[in-house]
């Protein structure tokens, strides 16, 4: 299966500020996708990231305060805008090789917004 | 779908017992059912999966069973190890996004 490295870790920052998380792929994936696990919850889809093209997001994830790169088939960006507290979570980047492959996942960036 | 029932929440067994956990879900049209383990300060590892013709696979320790007509599929762990400590969740799809599991906290006591 791919290697997902993504950047940073953990991360703490001030409300009202920005961070951008990247994930990198060891090697050309079809599917990029962008989840969220809150402290002790499930993991929730936040969007697909389509290369080349605007990602497709899920019922409550807005463009706007969660925008998506993917410029290849290897690389994505997750920025978390304008945080508040409530965006305290774990981001977790994850592939799927081809359509029908399983699903894989990064180690998560480990976010906390003071 | 995305309803996915998860149980138990937190389950602790004596090493080298077995240890089972449910899922329940609730689309008729769901083909495929991973199952995840998660370590501490780590993302979800893909352990196993199944998908819907198929009713058990096996991968040494770890098994999964599924019954489509109840729509419920089982995570079984036999003798197990203080590693196989961790949060396991469970997961299912039909045609595009996996729904997960509300996970279930394992600790195999030594």
């Known amino acids: 299966s791919a290697v997902i490295s993504q950047k940073p870790s953990r991360d703490i920052c001030q409300r009202g500020t920005s961070l951008t998380i990247q994930c990198q792929v060891d090697s050309q994936v079809t599917m990029m996708f962008w989840y969220r696990q809150q402290p002790g919850q499930s993991l929730t889809l936040i969007a697909t990231?389509?290369?080349?093209?605007?990602?497709?997001?899920e019922s409550g994830f807005v463009i706007d305060k969660f925008p998506i790169s993917r410029p290849n088939l290897t690389f994505s960006t997750l920025t978390v805008s304008n945080m508040s507290p409530e965006d305290s979570s774990i981001y977790l980047c994850?592939?799927?090789?081809?359509?029908?492959?399983?699903?894989?996942f990064g180690n998560g960036t480990r976010l906390t917004v003071t | 779908g995305e309803n996915v029932e998860q149980h138990p929440s937190t389950l602790s067994v004596q090493e080298g017992d077995s240890a089972v956990i449910k899922c329940t879900y609730s689309?008729?049209?769901?083909?495929?059912f991973p199952w995840y383990k998660q370590e501490l300060g780590k993302g979800p590892q893909l352990i196993i999966d199944i998908r819907s013709n198929v009713g058990e696979k096996k991968d040494q320790r770890i098994a999964v069973t599924l019954n489509k007509t109840a729509k419920h599929f089982s995570l079984h762990i036999t003798e197990t190890q203080p590693e196989d400590s961790a949060v396991y969740f469970c997961a299912e799809t039909g045609a595009n996004n996996l729904f997960f599991g509300t996970g279930t906290r394992l600790t195999v006591i030594p």
């Open positions: 994850s592939v799927k090789v081809w359509t029908d492959s399983p699903l894989h």
């Open positions: 689309d008729s049209a769901s083909n495929y």
């Open positions: 990231a389509n290369q080349g093209s605007e990602a497709t997001y």
